[in-house]
């Protein structure tokens, strides 16, 4: 097994909850909501970049999401929301293996703002923000 606290450690990461929620918001905004498409105003982000990519992408926007799943396992959410997180990222793979076609799913079906949300209910319910601290 490998020693997250040590990864942590290396890479200057604080494991404090506040501080992986900002990380997990920034990396959800930077995969699903990069800038908006003129005209259909709708957001995308990088991982419907990647899909354009065939094989590549599709597995390098699974790596890339799989990192919140990463972080919600250390901040020790249950095995039934850490099986829905999998699950989120492995049929938005899925979805973004075909071809071209498979950037269209990637508007509808956002497995890392789904993910972000398993996250945040976590947060608030374990480790509520302080009174008066800044969200």
Known sequence: ???T???YDRA???KEPHDVRKRVERLEALLERLFVVPGIDKPIGLDAILSL????????GAAL???LVWEA???GLSKWQMARMNLNTLFD??????PFVGVIPDFFFRSNSR?????RKHLDKHHPAEPGAPV
Not at 53 to 60: A, D, E, K, L, R
Not at 93 to 98: D, N, P, Q, S
Not at 115 to 119: D, K, P, T, V
Request: proline letters at 3%.
């Open 73 to 75: 396992r250390n901040l």
């Open 65 to 67: 999401g799989s990192y």
């Open 5 to 7: 606290t040590d990864l």
């Open 1 to 3: 097994m490998i020693d």
């Open 12 to 14: 200057r990461l604080s």
């Open 115 to 119: 993910n972000l949300r398993i996250i």
């Open 53 to 60: 990519i065939p094989g590549v992408g599709t597995i390098s």
């Open 93 to 98: 793979m899925a979805l973004g293996a075909i």
